[in-house]
Nanobody
Framework: QVQLVESGGGLVQPGGSLNLSCSAS????????VGWFRQTPGKEREGVAC????????YYADSVKGRFTISSDVPKNTVSLQMNSLEPDDTGVYYC????????????????????WGKGIQVTVSS
């Protein structure tokens, strides 16, 4: 049984930082790209960042480039997302996801192809 469990969310002031973690079981980072989507009320779920199984390819949404950094620990089967300089527009539910194709994160029309999803974790950026 595949499980993706998110942790590290919460409330932070604008300009602050959070570190999200995704712990995977039943699926190996050696074979899957893992990353994050986020969703806010009234908006479509969007890809935020992912890292492929080799660790050589990363994807970032334009809105988070230069502020977010994704990394993986293959032996621990975990992926982390360091989020700096957070803005109110970063508020939303962040979902960890795993798929064999890292390009899916950049294609909203293919989001339904994602193999596995976590349950999501709330991130709120507010003063």
């Amino acid at each position: 049984q595949v499980q993706l469990v998110e942790s590290g969310g919460g409330l932070v002031q604008p300009g602050g930082s959070l570190n999200l973690s995704c712990s995977a079981s039943g699926v190996s980072l050696r074979y899957y790209a893992v990353g994050w989507f986020r969703q806010t009320p009234g908006k479509e779920r969007e890809g935020v960042a992912c890292i492929d199984n080799s660790g050589d390819f990363t994807y970032y949404a334009d809105s988070v480039k230069g502020r977010f950094t994704i990394s993986s620990d293959v032996p621990k089967n975990t992926v982390s997302l360091q989020m700096n300089s957070l803005e109110p527009d970063d508020t939303g539910v962040y979902y960890c996801a795993a798929d064999t194709n890292p390009l899916v994160w950049g294609r909203k029309e293919d989001i339904y192809l994602i193999d596995y999803w976590g349950k999501g974790i709330q991130v709120t950026v507010s003063s």
